[in-house]
């Protein structure tokens, strides 16, 4: 099991955690607690201390969005990746007040009922598309078979009467034979 604490002190006795400390860089301390069951990440808020035009990866780059989230009232320029866009987002989200809340949830349920009934109608008219292409496609093959057969009658030298009894075709289709 996995647990991340985020700490507003530094803690340097590993003992004082309860646990076998691991420094993996300046910013976390990884822990193992309870004979490797237990795993806590230890995120040391006072370390971070980078400012934003100091940052070099996306690690550095979440440290700072965690510690100054708060402070923040736009995604600075640095931040405009793909996954600090959603974090902002959801951090925008966390920040309503009851009424905002259940309006963003009535219209996010509304959202998702359209879109289901617009991927089921969509569903259901490639479902039917695909039914009535199987229908045409096995009239025009039946209509080939008849054709080929027709043609072979004809070779043998039947009348087209004849063919047209025994294949259903119509008089044009055999004219053009």
């Known amino acids: ?17 309860g646990c076998r400390a691991f420094t993996v860089n300046s910013l976390f301390t990884y822990c193992i607690k309870n004979n490797e069951t237990l795993t806590f990440i230890y995120l040391d808020m006072p370390k971070i201390s980078k400012s934003i035009d100091e940052l070099e990866n996306r690690f ?3 440290m700072f969005v965690i510690k ?15 996954i600090f866009l959603k974090l902002f987002e959801k951090a925008g989200i966390a920040k309503f007040n009851q009424d905002e809340y259940m309006q963003y949830e009535e219209s996010l ?17 490639r479902e039917e598309g695909l039914e009535k292409g199987r229908e045409v496609g096995l009239i025009e093959g039946e209509k080939r078979k008849q054709i080929e057969i027709a043609r072979k009658l004809k070779a043998l030298g039947m009348t087209n009467e004849e063919i047209e009894n025994i294949t259903g075709l119509q008089r044009q289709d055999l004219d053009e034979l």
């Open 1 to 17: 099991m996995w647990s991340i604490w985020v700490t507003e002190k530094i803690f340097t006795n590993s003992k004082a955690r």
């Open 60 to 62: 550095e780059k979440l």
């Open 109 to 125: 349920k509304y959202y998702r009922d359209l879109k289901n009934s617009l991927d089921t109608a969509r569903e259901e008219g």
């Open 68 to 82: 100054n989230l708060s402070k923040l009232d736009r995604v600075p320029e640095t931040l405009r990746e793909k």
